[in-house]
């Protein structure tokens, strides 16, 4: 394979703002610079730049590996395709991939009988089990900029995983003063977005649960047996304020989650009998909102769904990947992570179909039934689309460079297509 070297050029190949693809909010605003390898020229999110370090001025020439092997394109396919047929019953997890590689898997998993979890499938599911059980009223990035005055960071500092929150969200011109309110979290005064906001921190009174169960209680105006003058005063001033966003993140809510995104939910329907309010879900990286988005527009259902020939089966709890996994209760795993070599597939002695980042080889070790197709990852090698954290905003985006590796859903439809061959292959040998 040739290597294609990045332009020597201080920016993306078209000289516009590049769209980050390493964690939902999909920053559009910043600049690539090519170097020694591509780095942000105007943020120094600490995230980018991890993920970023896993890429080099040039295409990766990876190639495909079965068993450990060299492996050509053609045969690591065929091997692939082999794994899925003899699979009574396939997941597919990690799922960190694009729009187009989502459409993909979903075909395939169509074709092979598969359950589709993500890797941050728990977490997922603390905001989709929300939204199944009372509805959700969530706002976007730009009416945060454009019209709160209060915000109330529940359980995360936001910028700890969503380095570039507070700068994404900052009053626009015109917009009506603000105050940030950390409550359970410690706020870092320095991140930019936050210089113009006055900020306060409140401890949690007992736990998450207690602490939201409690602001609910307080905003909907009633007593309760435990009591806190701070948030007192905060179910005060969100009563108050002309638009409050409670801002959560999916990641750092302990199991049984989807109680405090049901809780906070109730808090916004309260406020907005009498004034304005939403809330804003950090969480959705690796592809995670983009997953469970295209999923549910195809089946009508989120991820935790086996798409079985006998018809579609969501299981929100029983379809954990990992817990799959551990208790073989499937028989094959495809694992698919596109962004970067950190999301590794859980440790089992399945069958192992693996489409990701080139540096993801050293996770596989010796194991032995494993094929390995390096792939492009959107936004470096590959055009692609992505859903943003604020749901319904698809963003596009633009390669670095030309990459030699194929995309997921190229190799997604190419196993299927050798899927189908194969059955076909073996009803005219039945006949
Ligand atoms: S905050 Fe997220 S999208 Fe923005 S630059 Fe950092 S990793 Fe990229």
Redesign the pocket.
Known sequence: MTAITVPDSSTAPTGQPWT?P??P???DG?RISAGEGPA?VD?D?P??AA?LSHFGASASSAMPRHDGRPADHASAIAAAAAILAGSRQPIFGGLATDVAGMRALYRLADASGAILDHANGGALMHSTRALQDRGVFYTTLAEIRNRADLVVCLGTNAVDH????FRRTAPAAGAPARQVVFVGAAADRATPGLDGCTTQEIPFVGDVFDTAALLAARVAGRGTAMSDPALDALAARMQAARYTVIVWESGSLPEHGALVAETIQRIVNTLNRTTRAAAFCLGGGDGGYTANQVTTWLSGLPLRTGVHARGLVHEPQRYAADRLVADRAVDALLWVSSFGPDLVPPTSDLPLVLLGHPDLQAALDDRPDTIFIPVSTPGIGSAGHLFRADGGIVVPLTPIYADTLPTVAQVADDIGRALAERRRTEQGGAR
């Open positions: 980050c390493f964690c909010l999909s920053c910043y942000l943020s999110c995230r980018a993920a969503y380095p570039e929150f």
